[in-house]
């Protein structure tokens, strides 16, 4: 079984993917959102493809560590995609997973235009690979 992470946005969903033995995280792909049935619906597809058995979501925490309307809402998305999906789903601290995946991309010399398209994906991974870090520990 692989570990999914997801990086939901308003307009994107950043997806990941851990290798079998759950080490390392991919990226996947980028979910250009569009309602929530069809987006619960594509991530199913991707879960039962991938053979997934658990998804990690990015919450994004208020940087004093409280939460705020933004992780209340990934709270809410969470909630309807584990009764959809019928998979495990927990959080991880995503503070700066996004400012880090846009440094990556800057040092590398990416266009504006270019890291649009994966900076979502990229903060996915982050929040994936920082998931799988703190479990082998």
Same mark, same amino acid.
Request: with cysteine.
């Given at each position: 079984?692989?570990?999914?992470?997801?990086?939901?946005?308003?307009?994107?969903?950043?997806?990941?993917?851990?290798?079998?033995?759950?080490?390392?995280?991919? !990226?996947?792909?980028? #979910? %250009?959102?569009?309602?929530?049935? =069809?987006? *619960? $619906?594509?991530?199913?597809?991707?879960?039962?493809?991938?053979?997934?058995?658990?998804?990690?979501?990015?919450?994004?925490?208020?940087?004093?560590?409280?939460? !705020?309307?933004?992780? #209340? %809402?990934?709270?809410?998305?969470? =909630?309807? *995609? $584990?009764?959809?999906?019928?998979?495990?789903?927990?959080?991880?601290?995503?503070?700066?997973?996004?400012?880090?995946?846009?440094?990556?991309?800057?040092?590398?010399?990416?266009?504006?235009?270019?890291?649009?398209?994966?900076?979502?994906? *990229?903060?996915?991974?982050?929040?994936?690979?920082?998931?799988?870090?703190?479990?082998?520990?």
């Amino acid at each position: 079984m692989r570990i999914m992470g997801l990086d939901v946005g308003e307009k994107r969903i950043g997806i990941a993917l851990s290798d079998p033995l759950k080490i390392i995280a991919g !990226g996947h792909s980028v #979910l %250009e959102r569009s309602s929530l049935g =069809q987006d *619960l $619906e594509h991530i199913k597809q991707l879960c039962l493809n991938n053979e997934v058995g658990l998804i990690v979501l990015g919450l994004p925490i208020n940087m004093n560590g409280t939460i !705020g309307p933004k992780a #209340l %809402e990934i709270q809410k998305f969470a =909630q309807e *995609l $584990e009764e959809y999906t019928g998979i495990n789903i927990t959080f991880r601290d995503e503070r700066l997973s996004t400012v880090a995946a846009e440094r990556v991309l800057l040092q590398a010399d990416m266009s504006r235009s270019k890291r649009k398209k994966v900076i979502d994906k *990229l903060a996915a991974v982050n929040i994936l690979q920082n998931y799988l870090d703190g479990a082998r520990q």
